[in-house]
C-alpha cells in the first residue's frame, strides 16, 4: 500500500506570537495537530518547526521531531512547499526510502480530525489526482468578490443566491499531493485535484485572536455534545 509522509509546519514567528502554542479550550494548538495526526493512517508524523519551544512541547508529547527546521525556510517570504520539500528529502535520506503521498498538515487548523486526513488518503490512493485538498461550501462566493478592490465582470451580474454553481474555497486543513508530482514541480496545486469537503465550522484557520475565540466557541459545544455535528 501506499507510503505516506506527514509533516506539521510551524513556524516560531507564526502570524500572531505564541499562535502555535495558544491553547484551544485547554489544549495547545500543536497538541491537537499531533494527536490527530498520529490518530490517523499517516505512515509517519514528523514536526517541521524552527522553534525549540514548538520541538520541546512536541517532544513532550512523544512526536517525531527529526530536525530543527533551517532559518531560511522559516521566513516570512519562504514559501511553505520550499519547507516540505526540506521536510521530505530529509526524512527520506534518513530511512533510506521513498514515500508515495505528502501531506501537509498547517499548525493553524485545531478543528481538523483523523478522519479529514484518511479522507485525503484514500482518495489518494485511487491514484485519479496530484492533488488533493480540504474545502468547504462557502457562501462568500466569488462572483461577489472584488479583486484588488476593483469590479470584476462577475459582479455586474445580479443573482439569486439558489442560482449561483456551488463555489468551494480552500480551507487548508489538509494538503496531499503525490510525491513524484511534487517533487519536479514544488508545487501543491495541480488541474488535476481532487477535494473534500469539510463543514464550515470546522473549517477555521487560526491567524487572530478572534478566530480563536469563535473555535472555542464552537468546540466547547462539540466537545460538550451539545448541538453541532462533527
Known sequence: SMTSLGIICARHNSSFKGKNWALVNGIPMIQRSILTAKESNLTRVIISTDSAMIAFL???LDADVPFKRPEKYATDDCRIENAVKHGVEFCEKQQECKYGVIVLLQNS????LAVDINDCLSLMAQGYTNVLTTTLATHYHPYKAYIGGKSTNYNELVYRRQDLTDAYYENGLV????????METNSLRSDNFGMVVIPEHRSIDIHNEWDLCMTEAILKRMENGTGIDN
Do not use: I, N, Q, T
Open 109 to 112: 487548523s485545531p478543528m481538523r
Open 175 to 182: 494538503y496531499a499531493v503525490k510525491r513524484d508530482y511534487f
Open 58 to 60: 512536541a517532544r513532550a
